[in-house]
């Protein structure tokens, strides 16, 4: 059965400064990845997703993400943290054939001025 | 950019008894969704929608749960009678496609249900 696991449950970072979010993932087959973000009062909004190619892929928000197939890892970057940044990040893996996905139990990100 | 509106944002009602949230998806997508999040707890998900009928569902979606679109822009989640435990907020989603990636699913901003 897939999983997602983010082990970060809160982090604070100062603005300004770069942040990693880590997601591992347990998926049967070629899992597609995603991450998303959810602010305050909203809904869950789409940051980047990954199936094939270059393992790097950036997103909306000057966010990046990298797939490390060895380490089951898709781990969520950004060089410098906006205040605006502090939310609740989600990492989730889907199938390749619906969309039934299957999220991490998100990291809270708190933005320190 | 087309949104996924959900109503209400917040309900409560008394253990037992029915309660429909609404949402309404965005335009031109065919596929809908339902997840919901227990406080402290992931984000699952419960049913998806096509064509007027069910094409996925989790085992959370049992029987006192079900999914309409009644009249072509809503699409509906009833949850029969309700137990405490069904206090959560309920997403609802829309994608164009069937594919999670080549059609990303658009969430709404939730409904915060409270079960007393």
């Known amino acids: 059965a897939q999983s997602v696991t983010q082990p970060d449950i809160h982090i604070t970072v100062s603005e300004g400064a770069s942040l990693e979010l880590r997601c591992n993932y347990s998926?049967?087959?070629?899992?597609?990845l995603f991450w998303y973000v959810q602010s305050p009062g909203q809904g869950l909004q789409l940051l980047l997703k990954y199936f094939s190619g270059d393992t790097l892929v950036q997103g909306i928000k000057g966010f990046e993400a990298e797939f490390k197939r060895s380490q089951s890892s898709f781990n969520l970057r950004k060089p410098s943290v906006h205040w605006s940044d502090a939310a609740e990040y989600f990492c989730a893996v889907g199938p390749q054939r619906g969309n039934m996905l299957t999220f991490g139990g998100g990291t809270r990100l708190m933005v320190k001025p | 950019e087309p949104e996924v509106t959900q109503t209400p944002s917040h309900q409560v009602t008394q253990m037992g008894q029915e309660v429909i949230l609404r949402c309404v998806p965005i335009s031109n997508h065919l596929y809908f969704y339902w997840y919901r999040q227990i406080l402290g707890q992931k984000v699952e998900f419960l049913v998806s929608f096509y064509n007027n009928e069910i094409s996925e569902k989790s085992e959370i979606f049992d029987d006192q749960f079900s999914v309409e679109r009644p009249d072509g822009s809503n699409f509906t989640l009833k949850i029969r009678s309700t137990k405490l435990e069904d206090s959560a907020m309920y997403f609802c989603a829309s994608s164009r496609g069937r594919s999670s990636y080549n059609s990303p699913l658009h969430f709404g901003n939730g409904t915060r249900l409270t079960v007393t």
């Open positions: 998926y049967g087959a070629t899992p597609y």
